[in-house]
C-alpha cells in the first residue's frame, strides 16, 4: 500500500470521545480548522463535533474512510481496528499511548496482529499524528506549522511538537510531518522511501532514537540522499552504550560511533541540536548548491570577520586569498581604507552598491559567500540588505548573510528572507552551514552504494570454539588472500631453532596461547632474535613468563623493519551487522582513539575515504621526508577484509593489530580472531 492513503486520505475518521476536551474533540478541532472537511467522528455514542457527523463504528460510515485516527483507551485499539478492516480502511494513525513504552508488549503485538490481518499500515501507537500542509491536513495535536519544504520525521512526538511550535518563529516551512512512535509497522524506512518521490518535499530532517534495521536504513537513505538531502538528530551519543569486549575493534566501536559511521556512509548530516536542524534546512530549502568549498566572506566589522573565518577554517572551508586580478578590479570602486584580504572588510562606511559589486566580483572566483552586517544603531540595515540580495539574484552560487543585532536589523530581515538569502544568527553557524552543504554536494559526485554482500560461507580452521590460535588466524587469512609473512609454529626449542633457520634471522618469536590476548603485555614477544642460540633462550624465556598459563608453543615471523603500523578490524553491530575499524595500529591504539568506521562491506571509494579520515593520515602519506607508504594495498586489504565477516559468520570480532605498511604492500604482524561459542 502506498503511503499516499496516509498523507492523501479520500476521508479520514476519528476515534475516540467528542467530550470537549478530550483527544477526540481536539483532532476533530486540528483537522476541522485546518481546513480539511471530509471528517467523521466515531465513539460509542455516536456523536459529531465541530459540525462533523458522529457514528458508533467506522464501518457504519456511508462513504470510503482511507485513514483512521484512533485515540481511544488502549484496550479498545484492537477492536478499533476490527472494525476499520471490516470498513476497508487503509491506514491507522495511533494516537493512543499505553503500549511498549510502558511495558505493555503484549496488547502492542495484538494491534499490529489485527492490522496485519486486515492489510492496514500502522503509523504508531504513541505517535503525535502526521501533517501534510499542502493537502490542509492536520491529524496532530500539535501546532500548525507554516507550508514549506521540508519534512519532518521523527520518532519521538513530544520532540516533533517543539519542533513545530518552532518552526514560524524559525523561518521554516514544512511539507509533511509525522511521528511513528513506537513504530509497530511503518518507521523511519518507510517514511524515507516515500519522501524520495515527494515532489513536495526539498529536504528531509528525521529525528530518530535508533533505527529497526540498520542495513535497510542505509538502503533507504542512500536512495534519498541521491535527490535530496537527509539532515539527522540522532539521540544517544553517551559511552553507556559501548561494551567491554576482548578486541580493540570491539572496544573502540561504541554504538554511537557505528550510527556516525553509517550517517557518513549513506549521505546523511548528523546535526547535534534543534538550532542546527533549522540552520542546515532553511540553507538546503533557500540556497543554491554549494558545489565547492571556496568561501569568500564580505564584511563591515573586522571581529565577526575573523570570528567567522576562523570557523569556516575549522570545518573545512577555504579561505583563500583573492587573487591579484580580483584585487586590483576591487580597488576601482572601493576605498583604500578597505580591506581586500579574506574577510573582505568594507569597513563601517560600505555602502548597498560595495556589497553589490564586492559579492559579484568575488563569485567569479570563489563558490559561495558569506556577507556579514553588524549595524549600529544609527545606520539604516536595508539598503545593506537590498545590495546582497541584489548580488545573489545575480549570480548562481549561494549567498548566506548574518545581520547582527537584535532589533537594529530587524526591519531587513523579511527583506532578506523574501529575496532567497537565509539570515544566521551568527556568521559562524552560517559558514556551518555552507560547509555540510558542501559535503553533501561531495557526497552525491561519489558511488556509495554497498556492494553486495558475499554469498561464499566458508569454516574457521581449527575445531575449539572462543579465539582462534594465532598460526591458525595466519593460515585462514592467507587462505583468503590477505597478505601475511612468512612464518613457522613451533612446540619445541629444536623447532623454534629449525624454524628460525628456514625463515632466515633476525626473527621475532611470540608466544601462542589461548589465555594471552596481548603477548607484549606479558613478555611474550621478543624481537631482533640473531643467532640459534638466542632462540633457545627466547623460546625457554616465554614459556617461563608464561608460567602455569596454557602454552601451546611460539610462532616465529621474519624481522620487519621500515614499516608503519595500522589497526583493521571488524565487529558486529546489533543494529548494521559488520562494522569496519581503521587506525594507527600497535599499543597505543585504544588510548589514540584515531579510528575511522564503516559498514561492511566496503568499496575502494568508502576505503580510501577511511584511510583519508584518520588524523594520522599525513604519517602515512610520508610527512617529513618519510617515505609514502603504499595506501593503495591498504585500501585492497580493508576491501578484502571486509567482506570475511559474510563468508565467515560464526566470527563476531577480529582484528589485524598490527598491520605493517611499506612501501610496496602490506603484510599482517598479528591477528586475533573471536568466534562465536557453540554449544556441546
Given at each position: 500500500?502506498?503511503?499516499?492513503?496516509?498523507?492523501?486520505?479520500?476521508?479520514?475518521?476519528?476515534?475516540?470521545?467528542?467530550?470537549?476536551?478530550?483527544?477526540?474533540?481536539?483532532?476533530?478541532?486540528?483537522?476541522?480548522?485546518?481546513?480539511?472537511?471530509?471528517?467523521?467522528?466515531?465513539?460509542?455514542?455516536?456523536?459529531?463535533?465541530?459540525?462533523?457527523?458522529?457514528?458508533?463504528?467506522?464501518?457504519?460510515?456511508?462513504?470510503?474512510?482511507?485513514?483512521?485516527?484512533?485515540?481511544?483507551?488502549?484496550?479498545?485499539?484492537?477492536?478499533?481496528?476490527?472494525?476499520?478492516?471490516?470498513?476497508?480502511?487503509?491506514?491507522?494513525?495511533?494516537?493512543?499511548?499505553?503500549?511498549?513504552?510502558?511495558?505493555?508488549?503484549?496488547?502492542?503485538?495484538?494491534?499490529?496482529?489485527?492490522?496485519?490481518?486486515?492489510?492496514?499500515?500502522?503509523?504508531?501507537?504513541?505517535?503525535?499524528?502526521?501533517?501534510?500542509?499542502?493537502?490542509?491536513?492536520?491529524?496532530?495535536?500539535?501546532?500548525?506549522?507554516?507550508?514549506?519544504?521540508?519534512?519532518?520525521?521523527?520518532?519521538?512526538?513530544?520532540?516533533?511538537?517543539?519542533?513545530?511550535?518552532?518552526?514560524?518563529?524559525?523561518?521554516?516551512?514544512?511539507?509533511?510531518?509525522?511521528?511513528?512512535?513506537?513504530?509497530?509497522?511503518?518507521?523511519?524506512?518507510?517514511?524515507?522511501?516515500?519522501?524520495?518521490?515527494?515532489?513536495?518535499?526539498?529536504?528531509?530532517?528525521?529525528?530518530?532514537?535508533?533505527?529497526?534495521?540498520?542495513?535497510?536504513?542505509?538502503?533507504?537513505?542512500?536512495?534519498?540522499?541521491?535527490?535530496?538531502?537527509?539532515?539527522?538528530?540522532?539521540?544517544?551519543?553517551?559511552?553507556?552504550?559501548?561494551?567491554?569486549?576482548?578486541?580493540?575493534?570491539?572496544?573502540?566501536?561504541?554504538?554511537?560511533?557505528?550510527?556516525?559511521?553509517?550517517?557518513?556512509?549513506c549521505g546523511a548530516i548528523r546535526v547535534d541540536t534543534i538550532e542546527e536542524m533549522f540552520d542546515l534546512c532553511r540553507g538546503f530549502v533557500t540556497l543554491p548548491p554549494v558545489k565547492g568549498r571556496r568561501l569568500i566572506i564580505v564584511t563591515n566589522s573586522?571581529?565577526?570577520?575573523?570570528?567567522?573565518?576562523?570557523?569556516?577554517?575549522?570545518?573545512?572551508?577555504?579561505?583563500?586569498?583573492?587573487?591579484?586580478?580580483?584585487?586590483?578590479?576591487?580597488?576601482?570602486?572601493?576605498?583604500?581604507?578597505?580591506?581586500?584580504?579574506?574577510?573582505?572588510?568594507?569597513?563601517?562606511?560600505?555602502?548597498?552598491?560595495?556589497?553589490?559589486?564586492?559579492?559579484?566580483?568575488?563569485?567569479?572566483?570563489?563558490?559561495?559567500?558569506?556577507?556579514?552586517?553588524?549595524?549600529?544603531?544609527?545606520?539604516?540595515?536595508?539598503?545593506?540588505?537590498?545590495?546582497?540580495?541584489?548580488?545573489?539574484?545575480?549570480?548562481?552560487?549561494?549567498?548566506?548573510?548574518?545581520?547582527?543585532?537584535?532589533?537594529?536589523?530587524?526591519?531587513?530581515?523579511?527583506?532578506?528572507?523574501?529575496?532567497?538569502?537565509?539570515?544566521?544568527?551568527?556568521?559562524?553557524?552560517?559558514?556551518?552551514?555552507?560547509?555540510?552543504?558542501?559535503?553533501?554536494?561531495?557526497?552525491?559526485?561519489?558511488?556509495?552504494?554497498?556492494?553486495?554482500?558475499?554469498?561464499?560461507?566458508?569454516?574457521?580452521?581449527?575445531?575449539?570454539?572462543?579465539?582462534?590460535?594465532?598460526?591458525?588466524?595466519?593460515?585462514?587469512?592467507?587462505?583468503?588472500?590477505?597478505?601475511?609473512?612468512?612464518?613457522?609454529?613451533?612446540?619445541?626449542?629444536?623447532?623454534?631453532?629449525?624454524?628460525?633457520?628456514?625463515?632466515?634471522?633476525?626473527?621475532?618469536?611470540?608466544?601462542?596461547?589461548?589465555?594471552?590476548?596481548?603477548?607484549?603485555?606479558?613478555?611474550?614477544?621478543?624481537?631482533?632474535?640473531?643467532?640459534?642460540?638466542?632462540?633457545?633462550?627466547?623460546?625457554?624465556?616465554?614459556?617461563?613468563?608464561?608460567?602455569?598459563?596454557?602454552?601451546?608453543?611460539?610462532?616465529?615471523?621474519?624481522?620487519?623493519?621500515?614499516?608503519?603500523?595500522?589497526?583493521?578490524?571488524?565487529?558486529?553491530?546489533?543494529?548494521?551487522?559488520?562494522?569496519?575499524?581503521?587506525?594507527?595500529?600497535?599499543?597505543?591504539?585504544?588510548?589514540?582513539?584515531?579510528?575511522?568506521?564503516?559498514?561492511?562491506?566496503?568499496?575502494?571509494?568508502?576505503?580510501?575515504?577511511?584511510?583519508?579520515?584518520?588524523?594520522?593520515?599525513?604519517?602515512?602519506?610520508?610527512?617529513?621526508?618519510?617515505?609514502?607508504?603504499?595506501?593503495?594495498?591498504?585500501?585492497?586489504?580493508?576491501?578484502?577484509?571486509?567482506?570475511?565477516?559474510?563468508?565467515?559468520?560464526?566470527?563476531?570480532?577480529?582484528?589485524?593489530?598490527?598491520?605493517?605498511?611499506?612501501?610496496?604492500?602490506?603484510?599482517?604482524?598479528?591477528?586475533?580472531?573471536?568466534?562465536?561459542?557453540?554449544?556441546?
Amino acid at each position: 500500500m502506498s503511503l499516499g492513503k496516509l498523507f492523501y486520505p479520500r476521508g479520514v475518521a476519528v476515534i475516540g470521545s467528542t467530550s470537549k476536551g478530550k483527544l477526540g474533540y481536539e483532532l476533530i478541532r486540528k483537522i476541522v480548522n485546518g481546513g480539511y472537511d471530509d471528517v467523521y467522528a466515531v465513539n460509542p455514542k455516536g456523536q459529531g463535533a465541530h459540525g462533523v457527523p458522529g457514528y458508533d463504528a467506522v464501518s457504519h460510515i456511508d462513504r470510503s474512510i482511507d485513514l483512521a485516527v484512533i485515540a481511544s483507551p488502549a484496550p479498545t485499539v484492537a477492536d478499533v481496528l476490527r472494525d476499520c478492516g471490516k470498513a476497508d480502511v487503509k491506514v491507522a494513525v495511533i494516537i493512543t499511548a499505553g503500549f511498549s513504552e510502558v511495558g505493555n508488549t503484549k496488547e502492542e503485538a495484538q494491534i499490529a496482529a489485527v492490522a496485519k490481518r486486515y492489510g492496514i499500515r500502522l503509523c504508531g501507537p504513541n505517535c503525535a499524528g502526521i501533517i501534510n500542509t499542502r493537502y490542509r491536513l492536520y491529524p496532530t495535536l500539535e501546532t500548525h506549522p507554516p507550508q514549506g519544504d521540508v519534512a519532518f520525521v521523527t520518532q519521538s512526538g513530544a520532540l516533533g511538537g517543539a519542533v513545530l511550535s518552532w518552526a514560524e518563529e524559525q523561518g521554516l516551512g514544512f511539507s509533511k510531518f509525522v511521528s511513528y512512535g513506537n513504530g509497530v509497522d511503518l518507521n523511519e524506512i518507510d517514511f524515507l522511501d516515500y519522501l524520495v518521490d515527494d515532489s513536495d518535499t526539498k529536504v528531509v530532517a528525521l529525528y530518530i532514537e535508533s533505527v529497526s534495521d540498520g542495513r535497510a536504513f542505509i538502503t533507504a537513505a542512500q536512495r534519498l540522499t541521491r535527490e535530496k538531502p537527509l539532515v539527522v538528530i540522532k539521540a544517544g551519543r553517551s559511552v553507556s552504550g559501548q561494551r567491554a569486549t576482548l578486541s580493540h575493534t570491539g572496544s573502540i566501536a561504541g554504538a554511537d560511533a557505528v550510527y556516525d559511521a553509517a550517517f557518513r556512509q549513506c549521505g546523511a548530516i548528523r546535526v547535534d541540536t534543534i538550532e542546527e536542524m533549522f540552520d542546515l534546512c532553511r540553507g538546503f530549502v533557500t540556497l543554491p548548491p554549494v558545489k565547492g568549498r571556496r568561501l569568500i566572506i564580505v564584511t563591515n566589522s573586522g571581529g565577526p570577520g575573523v570570528l567567522a573565518a576562523d570557523r569556516a577554517e575549522a570545518v573545512g572551508l577555504r579561505l583563500d586569498k583573492p587573487t591579484p586580478k580580483l584585487q586590483a578590479k576591487l580597488s576601482t570602486f572601493l576605498p583604500p581604507v578597505c580591506s581586500l584580504e579574506n574577510p573582505i572588510d568594507l569597513t563601517v562606511e560600505g555602502t548597498e552598491s560595495d556589497y553589490r559589486k564586492t559579492l559579484r566580483e568575488a563569485l567569479g572566483e570563489y563558490e559561495a559567500a558569506l556577507a556579514i552586517n553588524v549595524c549600529t544603531p544609527y545606520l539604516d540595515p536595508l539598503p545593506l540588505a537590498r545590495g546582497i540580495c541584489g548580488a545573489a539574484a545575480a549570480v548562481t552560487k549561494p549567498v548566506a548573510a548574518n545581520f547582527m543585532a537584535g532589533r537594529t536589523v530587524a526591519l531587513s530581515l523579511p527583506y532578506l528572507k523574501e529575496h532567497g538569502v537565509p539570515n544566521f544568527v551568527t556568521g559562524e553557524r552560517a559558514v556551518t552551514v555552507l560547509s555540510q552543504m558542501a559535503t553533501y554536494e561531495e557526497y552525491k559526485r561519489k558511488n556509495h552504494l554497498l556492494p553486495k554482500i558475499p554469498v561464499m560461507i566458508g569454516s574457521l580452521p581449527g575445531d575449539s570454539d572462543g579465539p582462534l590460535l594465532e598460526p591458525e588466524g595466519m593460515s585462514w587469512l592467507g587462505e583468503n588472500g590477505i597478505p601475511v609473512p612468512e612464518y613457522r609454529f613451533a612446540v619445541s626449542v629444536d623447532g623454534a631453532v629449525s624454524g628460525s633457520r628456514s625463515i632466515g634471522y633476525p626473527v621475532v618469536i611470540k608466544v601462542v596461547s589461548h589465555d594471552i590476548t596481548h603477548k607484549s603485555e606479558v613478555g611474550g614477544v621478543i624481537t631482533d632474535i640473531r643467532t640459534d642460540d638466542e632462540v633457545v633462550v627466547a623460546f625457554h624465556s616465554i614459556e617461563q613468563r608464561i608460567g602455569e598459563r596454557d602454552f601451546q608453543g611460539v610462532v616465529i615471523y621474519p624481522m620487519i623493519t621500515d614499516a608503519l603500523e595500522i589497526l583493521i578490524g571488524f565487529s558486529r553491530d546489533a543494529q548494521f551487522g559488520p562494522v569496519i575499524a581503521f587506525g594507527m595500529g600497535g599499543i597505543y591504539t585504544e588510548v589514540l582513539q584515531d579510528i575511522s568506521l564503516r559498514i561492511a562491506p566496503l568499496n575502494y571509494d568508502e576505503a580510501n575515504a577511511m584511510i583519508r579520515e584518520i588524523k594520522a593520515f599525513p604519517i602515512l602519506e610520508g610527512t617529513r621526508g618519510q617515505p609514502t607508504r603504499d595506501l593503495n594495498a591498504v585500501a585492497k586489504i580493508l576491501v578484502d577484509f571486509s567482506r570475511l565477516p559474510f563468508c565467515y559468520p560464526e566470527i563476531l570480532e577480529a582484528d589485524l593489530n598490527p598491520v605493517f605498511v611499506l612501501s610496496t604492500g602490506v603484510l599482517v604482524g598479528d591477528v586475533r580472531v573471536i568466534q562465536e561459542r557453540r554449544n556441546r
